[in-house]
């Protein structure tokens, strides 16, 4: 099997595996002394033997048959005998605070004409609003229980007993009228609570089947910003690759509750692994025959495909960060494949890893673009390492597991989002503090959940799931793991990124 095709899955260190390409680097190794870089890695690499050795002694000496012993090395715990990622469980805390809201249908004021525009708008809001863990949304059918016949929008109308006896502690009322010709549609947001309007302001808007949805994202996102003082990302677009005709693949992109399906123009191929480029231009990796190569499809442009690489080897794996334009990507001249840095045109080709011996893979920027945080095969197995921007200061970031992938850096610098196999050969969802080292399970017990991708505000994260079947879909949760949503049916959905 030719390693370039490991992306064919959607996770390229599946078949990294496979290859047989991860061999643990020679014990004689020599790394050449005028490598930074290697000199870290070879340091961190006797460490770890240097701990293994002395877990292991401790093991001897205090344990008699099966047992578990706690030591510590370097102030870290090590649990002895047992897989590290069995011991790390969903834990999501304390019981989960949300706001009772209720969303009760739009009010006609006048001639019902637009009543399926209104039926729209509240399905969004309240969809959005669920999925976004702030809010619990009171079930619609309990509003029958409130004599809101003569109910208004005034505060002096609302039924505020009503709206408290069903548990609501806020409450959203949408009007529509016609004026000029188009249905004009008001909000209010009350404090049941208080039974007084809350001092939130949305200005009203005329609707139709064209904008209701996106009107919808807003004013969801507006709420969001008014409780937590930063507003929603509800309405942006989600990349991802799907499955094509025969074995081909193409790029798709959604709304975040998976509406707006939009399919780019993009000739057939095997197109896997996509990721937004500048002005939304969509990078991807295109695998052929001769070799794989990332390409920038731009819709503006003419033509609107251009190939950014040309390796001997093979290219995969882009990922664009806006503040220095540059673009971070696996390229391998022969069989193993290491991180290079170019510009968004594919100029200034710069090589950051030099490792002979092992396979480095999947790079993801941080958010100020100063490192970069990539796979590497260099201890045996695949886990994840940070490197400075300019190839300096590598260090390894992950030593729990033996098979971490598919790293995903946090927009607020703190966490990396990453793919772990454990024990039961599971695939599941995990977050590292870049810091501390700490390391946190999202998803447990639900088929396999692979490839995470931030959203923009860092609130959640969507990923792939077979919980549903064999071939997966996308969800999206909170960056606790908590509000585990399906926003798409379709099956076949792989590699997600969020714009």
Same mark, same amino acid.
């Given at each position: 099997?030719?390693?370039?095709?490991?992306?064919?899955?959607?996770?390229?260190?599946?078949?990294?595996?496979?290859?047989?390409?991860?061999?643990?680097?020679?014990?004689? !190794?020599?790394? @050449?002394?005028? +490598?930074?870089?290697?000199?870290?890695?070879?340091?961190?690499?006797?460490?770890?033997?240097?701990?293994?050795?002395?877990?292991?002694?401790?093991? $001897?000496?205090?344990?008699? &048959?099966?047992?578990?012993?706690?030591?510590?090395?370097?102030?870290?715990?090590?649990?002895?005998?047992?897989?590290?990622?069995?011991?790390?469980?969903? /834990?999501? &805390?304390?019981?989960?605070?949300?706001?009772?809201? @209720?969303?009760?249908?739009?009010?006609?004021?006048?001639?019902?004409?637009?009543?399926?525009?209104?039926?729209?708008? *509240?399905?969004?809001?309240?969809?959005?609003?669920?999925?976004?863990?702030?809010?619990?949304?009171?079930?619609?059918? #309990?509003? @029958?229980?409130?004599?809101?016949?003569?109910?208004g929008i005034a505060p002096s109308t609302?039924?505020?007993?009503?709206?408290?006896?069903?548990?609501?502690?806020?409450?959203?009322?949408?009007?529509?009228?016609?004026?000029?010709?188009?249905?004009?549609?008001?909000?209010?947001?009350?404090?049941?609570d208080a039974a007084s309007a809350l001092?939130? !302001?949305?200005? +009203?808007?005329?609707?139709?089947?064209?904008?209701?949805?996106?009107?919808?994202?807003?004013?969801?996102?507006?709420?969001?910003?008014?409780?937590?003082?930063?507003?929603?990302?509800?309405?942006?677009?989600?990349?991802?690759?799907?499955?094509?005709?025969?074995?081909?693949?193409?790029?798709?992109?959604?709304? /975040?509750? &998976?509406?707006?399906?939009?399919?780019?123009?993009?000739?057939?191929?095997?197109?896997?692994?996509?990721?937004?480029?500048?002005?939304?231009?969509?990078?991807? #990796?295109?695998?052929?025959?001769?070799?794989?190569?990332?390409?920038?499809?731009?819709?503006?442009?003419?033509?609107?495909?251009?190939?950014?690489?040309?390796?001997?080897?093979?290219?995969?794996?882009?990922?664009?960060?806006?503040?220095?334009?540059?673009?971070?990507?696996?390229?391998?001249?022969?069989?193993?494949?290491?991180?290079?840095?170019?510009?968004?045109?594919?100029?200034?080709?710069?090589?950051?890893?030099?490792?002979?011996?092992?396979?480095?893979?999947?790079?993801?920027?941080?958010?100020?673009?100063?490192?970069?945080?990539?796979? $590497?095969?260099?201890?045996?197995?695949?886990?994840?390492?940070? *490197?400075? @921007?300019?190839?300096?200061?590598?260090?390894?970031?992950?030593?729990?597991?033996?098979?971490?992938? /598919?790293?995903?850096?946090?927009?607020?610098?703190?966490?990396?989002?990453? #793919?772990?196999?454990?024990?039961?050969?599971?695939?599941?969802?995990?977050?590292?503090?870049?810091?501390?080292?700490?390391?946190?399970?999202?998803?447990?017990?639900?088929?396999?959940?692979?490839?995470? +991708?931030? $959203?923009?505000?860092?609130?959640?994260?969507?990923?792939? $799931? /077979?919980?549903?079947? !064999?071939?997966?879909?996308?969800?999206?949760?909170?960056?606790? &793991?908590?509000?585990?949503?399906? *926003?798409?049916?379709?099956?076949?959905?792989?590699?997600?990124?969020?714009?």
């Amino acid at each position: 099997m030719n390693i370039r095709h490991v992306v064919m899955t959607g996770s390229v260190w599946a078949l990294l595996c496979a290859t047989q390409a991860f061999a643990a680097p020679p014990k004689d !190794k020599d790394v @050449a002394a005028d +490598s930074a870089a290697k000199n870290a890695i070879k340091a961190l690499a006797e460490t770890e033997k240097a701990r293994r050795a002395l877990s292991n002694q401790e093991k $001897s000496e205090k344990c008699e &048959g099966d047992c578990a012993v706690q030591t510590h090395f370097n102030d870290e715990a090590v649990i002895l005998g047992v897989d590290p990622l069995s011991l790390i469980t969903v /834990t999501p &805390g304390g019981p989960p605070v949300r706001i009772p809201i @209720a969303v009760p249908d739009s009010i006609a004021l006048g001639a019902d004409t637009s009543r399926e525009v209104a039926q729209t708008l *509240i399905s969004v809001i309240r969809n959005d609003l669920a999925m976004s863990g702030l809010f619990e949304i009171m079930p619609p059918e #309990t509003y @029958a229980l409130i004599p809101t016949a003569k109910e208004g929008i005034a505060p002096s109308t609302i039924q505020f007993d009503g709206w408290y006896n069903v548990g609501a502690s806020v409450l959203v009322k949408t009007h529509y009228s016609q004026e000029n010709g188009g249905d004009t549609f008001g909000f209010s947001v009350f404090n049941v609570d208080a039974a007084s309007a809350l001092p939130f !302001k949305f200005e +009203s808007r005329k609707l139709s089947a064209n904008n209701v949805r996106s009107v919808a994202h807003e004013f969801a996102n507006k709420l969001i910003g008014f409780y937590t003082g930063t507003d929603g990302v509800f309405g942006t677009r989600i990349l991802f690759a799907a499955q094509g005709r025969s074995n081909y693949r193409k790029i798709q992109s959604f709304d /975040t509750d &998976g509406f707006g399906l939009h399919t780019y123009a993009i000739p057939e191929a095997i197109n896997v692994m996509p990721e937004w480029g500048p002005r939304s231009t969509v990078l991807f #990796t295109q695998l052929s025959s001769k070799s794989d190569n990332i390409y920038v499809y731009d819709s503006s442009a003419d033509p609107a495909l251009k190939q950014l690489t040309d390796f001997e080897g093979w290219a995969s794996g882009a990922d664009y960060c806006a503040k220095n334009g540059k673009i971070a990507f696996t390229g391998a001249r022969d069989q193993n494949g290491n991180i290079y840095v170019m510009n968004a045109d594919g100029s200034d080709l710069t090589q950051i890893t030099d490792m002979p011996d092992s396979i480095q893979t999947s790079p993801t920027w941080s958010p100020d673009c100063s490192q970069i945080a990539f796979v $590497s095969s260099y201890s045996g197995k695949p886990q994840i390492y940070v *490197i400075q @921007a300019d190839g300096t200061g590598m260090r390894r970031l992950t030593w729990v597991g033996n098979y971490n992938t /598919t790293p995903d850096w946090s927009p607020k610098g703190d966490l990396i989002a990453f #793919t772990a196999r454990d024990e039961r050969n599971v695939f599941d969802i995990f977050t590292i503090n870049v810091k501390s080292g700490e390391v946190t399970r999202l998803t447990q017990d639900q088929g396999h959940n692979r490839e995470p +991708s931030w $959203s923009p505000d860092g609130r959640y994260i969507v990923f792939e $799931s /077979t919980r549903d079947g !064999k071939q997966p879909r996308l969800y999206l949760m909170n960056a606790d &793991g908590r509000w585990q949503t399906r *926003i798409s049916a379709t099956p076949g959905l792989r590699t997600p990124t969020w714009h």
